[in-house]
């Protein structure tokens, strides 16, 4: 299997496992990421995820491959949902396994943290109320500036 | 002149109204284009953005070359 | 479902999954322990598990819920195989459910290490040199010693 | 003389050669009984033990009923 997907279809975790699964590998490892009914307060009816695919194909690969290296585990992969997804789907899924447990969960840590950080994916809010919107980062909106263009020329 | 083509996701893809678009442009780098483009669409603040030509991470003061295509990335909040 | 059992079916990730799901829960983070076809350099072709099962439900029930409430996550089960299982099969499950990840990473990292060191659990390895042997913990094997029959009286 | 259910598992299952007996014995706590029975079996050394009373975990110096139920629990090694 590719080290990193996008999907526009239902992710299949009882699959995707198997893809990984090995005879040398006591320990696997996996995170999921489920639609929320809320956030920030606010209750949210659905949602949908835009991807620039290209790009994060390329960015996902590396952060798998990344995790393989650094913490020695056997094999590694993530998919990503894009479109619509409603209360409860599955909205990303990372699987290690590895020998032992202590590189699988650190590599599956390692992979969630980097893809929510690293690749180009953006999740537009439904909210109860009839508002919506594209949500940015946490960690980069609270220091948000203007983009660049306006700082200076060169 | 240089023929560039921009991609647009997310809030930018709202806010300009199109998914794509080809331009001709004086920019010479990525920020004098965005600089262009945000005049033009108005875009909002979105906090720091990235930059992407020919679908890898770019400079924002590297020269932009006739054909290159640039996307530029809003914060992302992934999972 | 019951926060920790034993089984002596083959585990069902699928279906041990969907018991914790809840649309509060926006993380979930699994972890898996599979027969492995190697452990201390010998070659390992089958193993059998057995568990003093009434001591050991209590011990893993208290496990799971000092995770719950020591990491404050939503849902928290684990069951553990018991019998005899082929190279690849799935010997324990952890299942967390969180609204964030941190706190579901760390629950399922705890209870499969208490479960580890705490649950009477015995496995025995059948090498593909038709030896076999009960495994004991590499950590208390480390510092053997007589039981305490041997050391004192009152 | 009291009354003692004893289970075995694992390596003392097969060194006892049963998965559990049913003794008369004068030994006063788990400790005197398990030296009683390791007498008895030959139990090989396999590490700190603990011990379980009626099912729960128990104390190797504490007074043992009639009727109790005994198991002494070898290190254990899961998953």
């Known amino acids: ?154 | 002149m240089r023929e560039i083509q921009v991609e647009y996701f997310a809030a930018l893809r709202e806010h300009a109204g199109c998914g794509r678009e080809r331009l001709r442009t004086a920019a010479r780098t990525p920020r004098e284009l965005f600089a262009e483009l945000s005049r033009r669409h108005g875009f909002p603040e979105l906090g720091p953005l990235k930059v992407a030509v020919n679908d890898e991470f770019g400079d924002w003061e590297a020269p932009l070359a006739d054909g290159d295509s640039v996307v530029f990335i809003p914060p992302v909040a992934g999972g």
């Open chain 1, 1 to 154: 299997m590719k080290p990193f997907a996008f999907s526009a279809e239902p992710l299949q975790p009882a699959s995707l496992r198997r893809s990984l699964a090995d005879p040398r590998c006591g320990a696997f490892v996996s995170f999921e990421g489920w639609v929320r009914n809320h956030n920030d307060g606010r209750e949210v009816r659905a949602l949908e995820y835009e991807a620039y695919e290209q790009l994060g194909l390329k960015e996902g690969a590396r952060i798998v491959q990344e995790a393989i290296e650094r913490f020695g585990v056997d094999h590694a992969a993530c998919v990503h949902r894009v479109g619509a997804l409603a209360l409860g789907d599955l909205a990303v899924w990372v699987g290690v396994s590895s020998a032992h447990r202590d590189a699988a969960f650190a590599a599956c840590r390692y992979i969630i943290d980097e893809v929510k950080h690293r690749v180009p994916i953006w999740k537009k809010e439904h909210y109860a109320d009839g508002d919506s919107g594209w949500v940015n980062c946490e960690r980069c909106a609270s220091h948000a500036q203007p983009p660049p263009a306006r700082q200076a020329g060169r």
